[in-house]
């Protein structure tokens, strides 16, 4: 299931992160061999993952940011018969349970604000096993280890990552990738 994410991460691991369609050319052109979908609609979320997959690269969307669809199961289910993403992307510990009993690659997004959000964060993780983790912003190299440490699952950091050296202290740190909406980064 997760193996070409991982044969994807081993050929580059910049991720491009896109917000609008304007980008989803830029990103299918750039080095990235893997596309994150931040935001879309109902309406076109299926005719941008035909795009990236028909570029020979793999896509993983937000399902929690798609306007239109519902953050339940239903709507999951829907996703996986006929949008066909290679995997989604979530901040609802509910929907990783879903996507993991329909056998789908689940990365699951948090938030790090505080010592909180940190310890929730990885219990979540120990209790959910998610394929991966998105931890925001990117730009912790501490606790990006702490993750890394704690978790035994791949890290991915994303926010905020402004240059080559905040991916050269993501990957130090333990990340196995960096997602970017900043189109420069996608191309070191």
């Not at 994807?8 to 989803?24: G, S, T, V, Y």
């Not at 789908?104 to 604000?113: G, P, T």
């Not at 394929?131 to 990006?144: D, H, Q």
Request: proline residues 4%; charged residues 25%; contains cysteine.
């Amino acid at each position: 299931m997760g193996n070409e994410f991982y044969n994807r991460l081993q050929i580059n691991p910049i991720i491009a992160a896109i917000k609008d369609k304007q980008q989803l050319d830029r990103a299918i052109k750039s080095p990235c061999e893997i596309i994150f979908v931040l935001k879309s609609d109902i309406f076109n979320i299926k005719s941008i993952v035909d795009k990236i997959r028909a570029s020979g690269k793999v896509v993983y969307i937000h399902v929690d940011l798609i306007d239109g669809l519902a953050k339940d199961a239903l709507a999951l289910k829907y996703v996986y018969e006929n949008i066909n993403p290679d995997g989604i992307i979530t901040t609802k510990t509910n929907l990783v349970k879903v996507s993991k009993s329909l056998n789908m690659f689940v990365i699951q997004r948090f938030f790090i604000l505080d010592h909180l959000s940190l310890d929730t964060g990885i219990h979540s993780i120990e209790s959910m096993r998610p394929n991966a983790v998105e931890i925001l912003p990117g730009i912790m190299p501490k606790v990006t280890k702490i993750f890394t440490n704690k978790t035994n699952v791949p890290i991915i950091t994303g926010g905020l990552i402004m240059d080559k050296e905040d991916v050269v202290q993501s990957l130090k740190a333990g990340a196995v990738a960096i997602s970017t909406s900043k189109e420069e980064i996608w191309y070191m």
